[in-house]
C-alpha cells in the first residue's frame, strides 16, 4: 500500500557531497497526510541492523546523530511526499545503504524500500 524509492546514491570521494531523495506513494490512506516524522536510516556493510541517522518533523524539527551534525541536512516537501539528506563532507565511515521511512521511535514504519547504496572511497 506505500511504496518507498530511495534514489542519489552513488560513489564520493571523502570529502565530497551527495544528495539523497525519497519518494514516497501508494494507495494507502496514511500517506495522504505527511504530518508524520519522517527519517532516514543507514545499514553499514556487513552490519546486522540499520541505525537511524536523522529525523524531521513535519513542522522541521530535525535531529541528527552526532557523527552527521554539521554535515548532513535533512528536509522534506511534504505536499510532494519527499523528503532528502543533503550529505556533504562525506567521510568513509559513511558508506552504507540508505533507507527512508517514518520514524520508527514515534510510530510504526513502512515496508522498507531498497535502500540507495553510498560509497565513499578512501
Known amino acids: 500500500q506505500v511504496q518507498i524509492v530511495e534514489s542519489g546514491g552513488g560513489l564520493a570521494e571523502p570529502g565530497g557531497s551527495l544528495r539523497l531523495s525519497c519518494a514516497v506513494s501508494?494507495?494507502?490512506?496514511?500517506?495522504?497526510?505527511?504530518?508524520?516524522?519522517m527519517a532516514w536510516y543507514r545499514q553499514a556493510p556487513e552490519m546486522e541492523r540499520r541505525e537511524l541517522v536523522s529525523s524531521i518533523t513535519a513542522a522541521g524539527q530535525t535531529k541528527y546523530i552526532d557523527s552527521v551534525k554539521g554535515r548532513f541536512t535533512i528536509s522534506r516537501d511534504n505536499p510532494k511526499k519527499m523528503v532528502f539528506l543533503q550529505m556533504n563532507n562525506l567521510t568513509p565511515n559513511d558508506t552504507a545503504v540508505y533507507f527512508c521511512?517514518?520514524?520508527?521511535?514515534?510510530?510504526?514504519?513502512?515496508?522498507w524500500g531498497r535502500g540507495t547504496q553510498v560509497t565513499v572511497s578512501s
Open positions: 501508494g494507495t494507502s490512506r496514511n500517506i495522504q497526510n505527511m504530518r508524520w516524522t
Open positions: 521511512n517514518r520514524d520508527w521511535s514515534t510510530v510504526a514504519i513502512w515496508d
